[in-house]
């Protein structure tokens, strides 16, 4: 008679029981503020940890999405048990195009629709466990953050580029300069001699932003103009791939080329990867001239962005709102498409069908006047150009970001570790380094550049599928026979691609999370290369991680009681996680480690110190995969062994380490534990691989003492099988380094 199989034990480490650590860890470190900054801390290192926010999607994340942000992750946990206070915060961009398409396609509003696609997203990164400070949480489209938008577009509006001084100086400076004769006016013409607009005139015709009539990128199927960069070569938008046409018309203008020396010559001075600084060089062009570079065009004919803080008087001239009128936001509209849409009219902002918002009665110190609003909006990047400042002073009601808090965590060079796809180049990358650099001349920011050091992950890469057509079917549906795939019964071929909506080959996290649990996947993601290389998506590969979670869940917990096997700690024991956790003293406290044991330990602490300070998770998840696999060959783990092994693991698969902490009997979180430390003397290696150049070319290796002497080495070289038997005209030996051999 067939039986059901017995249940697994009750304390197995599979997905259930990984679920229910993963949810009550995340809800205690919600309760209890973890991961909150509050106040800098004078004496402690602090570090300042930004991942490049995302736009909002409908469809939620895929596994390829959140490899950076399980990166930054596990480098700001390991900062924390290091000593550094760290700063991780979180936002999104919600301005732009795609809400704005799906509003035209279905009618509803794009501020509802980013709202419900980031409520989706925020709950799948905090099913992560990433260590965000969610109280710091931006929204590029919520009034209280583009008012500062707002704010730091009419700094830019009210400033001119100083040619003689280097840098960006107020146009009160300029229009002093006018007024004293110490600068000729257009004409030559006494200031007092020009007439009020004239007078204007001169002024806004140095304006960092500026109004010109230019000709532009009209692109009727997205109803907007595109700055150059949104160009492909092909002549199309780079987003939708629709036809772009050029035709003049008055726009927004930012004059982001009166700073293209200063841009290129300061990439000297960040480190950035070479082929991105490459890229923002070719862009701007040599020596700062006008390589592919213009001035930045700034208008979009769009509704959902952020509205223009100036108004249009009686000469159709520009008037900058006050402060205190900010933010100017956005009127109500039900119809969401631009006017019109055709390719030979000229474009009309969306803005226009706004009723009653276009004029508007202002008093702007010269009693009360009709007033032109303007109709187009900024675009997308403008919010992207400054949100790491935001992240420092979120709640601010006086200033974008208070004067000592921006000192404290920019210093010494800006953001220390930025995060983020290669796609962000030039567009993202300049334009937040130029609005960076206008901050800095007028005092706002200390330092001249905003990114420190930048880092690009790889993509995760996965198996796409195309039918007899040559379009893409979605991969999940695919089914592997004898002699290929299939899709619903029909033959495909199978292609190699980056993950992804366009490919149909995306996998969720959530199904991750129901399979194996959130440490699996980010254990998963990080062991598989280099954190800036690609690598492919194998769903199968990822039981081998989940063994490894599995085996060191084993060394310390009896899978059937949920007993602590690892003797009891020194000091009286705290409350268990849950009524099923007990504590016993299986071994004596302090209970000594084996020599090869204690030296396979303190090498591990140090190359998993060393790895983790550079990046290199995925060496450094070997070495732990080595040194857990030892531990589970002996006759039962010593807790000098099983706490620094927990406290390694910890910034990788947090919540099983928080766990098992718990269950070793600490009280508090792990997160600020130290990381432990290496003894020097154990932690050295007892021999050392050396390579064999022979004439230049490596021909084989040798392993020899750590210690040994140059003679030592070429004795040993001598006795080595593939030493060369020819006549050798030299011997170079450069100890704990290299061998090179020249033959005659």
């Not at 794009?110 to 949480?137: F, W, Y």
Request: aromatic residues 10%; charged residues 25%.
């Amino acid at each position: 008679m067939d039986t059901d199989p017995p249940p697994p034990p009750r304390f197995r480490y599979d997905a259930r029981l990984a679920g229910e650590i993963e949810l009550r860890w995340q809800a205690r470190w919600d309760r209890d503020g973890t991961f909150q900054v509050t106040t800098p801390a004078p004496g402690t290192p602090k570090f300042y940890l930004v991942d490049m926010f995302p736009y909002p999607s409908g469809a939620g994340l895929h596994v390829g999405h959140p490899l950076g942000y399980i990166a930054t992750d596990v480098f700001g946990r390991y900062l924390r048990m290091t000593g550094y206070q760290v700063m991780h915060p979180f936002g999104f961009d919600t301005f732009g195009l795609p809400a704005e398409q799906y509003a035209i396609d279905t009618g509803q509003h794009p501020a509802v629709t980013v709202a419900e696609n980031a409520a989706i997203m925020r709950r799948q990164l905090r099913r992560l466990g990433l260590a965000h400070d969610r109280s710091r949480e931006i929204m590029t489209s919520d009034p209280s953050y583009y008012r500062w938008t707002q704010w730091i577009f009419l700094r830019i509006f009210n400033s001119w580029y100083d040619p003689a001084a280097g840098r960006a100086r107020p146009v009160a400076d300029l229009i002093a300069a006018f007024a004293a004769g110490r600068r000729p006016t257009p004409d030559g013409r006494p200031w007092p001699d020009l007439s009020a607009t004239e007078q204007r005139d001169a002024v806004d015709a140095h304006r960092l932003a500026y109004l010109a009539d230019v000709v532009v990128n009209w692109c009727p199927g997205l109803g907007t103009v595109l700055a150059d960069e949104e160009v492909t070569d092909e002549g199309r938008s780079a987003v939708g791939n629709y036809p772009v046409y050029r035709r003049p018309l008055r726009q927004w203008m930012l004059r982001i080329t009166a700073y293209a020396e200063r841009l290129l010559a300061d990439l000297d001075a960040i480190d950035w990867p070479e082929r991105i600084k490459r890229l923002q060089r070719n862009w701007i062009g040599p020596s700062g001239g006008p390589y592919r570079m213009r001035d930045w065009l700034f208008s979009r004919q769009r509704y959902w962005g952020e509205p223009f803080p100036v108004v249009y008087d009686e000469t159709d001239r520009p008037v900058a709102l006050p402060d205190e009128m900010l933010p100017v936001t956005l009127p109500e509209l039900t119809d969401f498409r631009p006017v019109p849409r055709d390719d030979h009219s000229d474009p009309v902002p969306a803005l226009a069908r706004a009723e009653g918002w276009a004029e508007v009665t202002l008093d702007l110190g010269d009693g009360r006047k009709r007033y032109r609003r303007e109709l187009n909006v900024m675009p997308q990047w403008a919010g992207s150009c400054w949100y790491y400042l935001r992240y420092l002073d979120p709640a601010n009601d006086k200033a974008p970001v208070e004067e000592d808090i921006e000192r404290y965590w920019m210093a010494p060079s800006g953001v220390d570790l930025y995060v983020g796809g290669v796609e962000h180049a030039v567009l993202h990358l300049l334009y937040a380094r130029f609005w960076h650099k206008v901050l800095y001349d007028l005092g706002v920011t200390s330092t001249p550049e905003p990114f420190g050091r930048l880092v690009n992950q790889g993509y995760i890469l996965a198996d796409a599928f195309t039918d007899a057509r040559g379009l893409y079917v979605p991969a999940a549906g695919v089914v592997r026979r004898q002699d290929g795939w299939d899709y619903r019964g029909e033959p495909v071929t199978r292609r190699a691609g980056k993950m992804g909506k366009s490919l149909k080959n995306g996998i969720s996290p959530d199904e991750m999370y129901a399979a194996y649990g959130a440490d699996t996947l980010r254990l998963y993601e990080m062991a598989t290369g280099p954190l800036d290389a690609d690598r492919p998506w194998r769903t199968d590969d990822i039981t081998g991680v989940h063994r490894f979670l599995q085996r060191l869940w084993r060394m310390i917990v009896d899978e059937a009681t949920g007993e602590t096997l690892v003797s009891a700690p020194p000091r009286s024991s705290a409350s268990p996680s849950s009524p099923d956790s007990i504590s016993s003293a299986a071994d004596p406290p302090g209970a000594p480690l084996d020599a090869a044991t204690a030296r396979l330990l303190h090498r591990t602490i140090a190359i998993v110190r060393d790895d983790f300070a550079e990046l290199r998770f995925n060496t450094a998840i070997a070495r732990l995969i080595e040194l857990t696999a030892h531990a589970a060959r002996l006759p039962r783990v010593p807790r000098a062994l099983a706490e620094p092994l927990v406290l390694m693991v910890a910034p990788l698969a947090p919540h099983i380490a928080e766990e098992l902490w718990q269950r070793l009997g600490h009280s508090g979180t792990v997160a600020y534990e130290p990381f432990p430390q290496p003894d020097p003397a154990l932690a050295a290696a007892d021999t050392v691989t050396l390579p064999v150049q022979v004439n230049g070319k490596v021909r084989f290796f040798m392993e020899v003492p750590a210690q040994a002497t140059q003679a030592d080495i070429a004795d040993l070289l001598a006795r080595h099988p593939d030493y060369p038997r020819q006549t050798v005209a030299r011997l170079i030996i450069v100890p704990g380094k290299i061998v090179n051999v020249v033959l005659r």
